[in-house]
């Protein structure tokens, strides 16, 4: 009886051993390392040789097209909000005329990532070109400020800007 069950085991073990593997699908590639690399297209809006303007963000983020990865975004510095010591960073609203507060560079770092020593760093009426990803982001009061996103760092900067803008406390965190 013993030798029985044994081989009655040993065929169910053999047998779900050779089925088990029928439902594993082929190799894939996962979707966070894709084979071939997406649209490399050096003149695609929002690359570094043809950056969105602050209009042009501005309405592809009302439109719900824009970009979840990181663009390029070309604008001039309309205000210096303030510094934030603990991130050495600096929160300064850009728009394509300078004049106006169009869009919010939240918590942005300096040219190629470094750190900003002061507001002072920042000029009003300087061109910037940013790295980062562009989104409307809603506030307590349910305001929508379309805004650059604070993984953001300027990549270029142009011109010597007319000094820093208004002077503002920090915002309490989480504002």
């Given amino acids: 009886m013993k030798k029985y069950i044994f081989s009655v085991l040993m065929a169910a073990m053999a047998a779900f051993t050779f089925s088990s593997c ?7 590639t996962l979707p966070t ?3 071939t690399p ?3 297209d050096p003149n695609q ?3 570094e040789s043809n950056p969105y303007t602050v209009t042009e963000a501005i309405a592809a983020i009302k439109a719900g097209t824009a970009p979840t990865t990181q663009v390029y975004l070309t604008g001039i510095i309309s205000d210096v909000a303030f510094y934030n010591e603990t991130y050495k960073s600096i929160t300064y609203y850009i728009s394509d005329d300078g004049k106006s507060k169009d ?5 942005g770092k300096g040219l190629n ?3 900003f020593a002061s507001k002072e760093d920042l000029k009003v009426g300087q061109k910037v070109t940013i790295l980062g990803k562009i989104m409307k982001f809603v506030d307590k009061n349910n305001n929508e400020i379309m805004e650059v996103d604070k993984t953001s760092s300027i990549v270029k900067i142009e011109g010597e800007g007319t000094g820093g803008g208004e002077v503002k406390p920090d915002p309490a965190p989480g504002t």
């Fill in 113 to 115: 990532g470094a750190d």
């Fill in 33 to 35: 390392k894709p084979e």
């Fill in 22 to 28: 029928e439902d594993v699908p082929e190799p894939y």
């Fill in 103 to 107: 869009m919010q560079v939240y918590s």
């Fill in 45 to 47: 809006k929002g690359s």
């Fill in 38 to 40: 997406g649209n490399t």
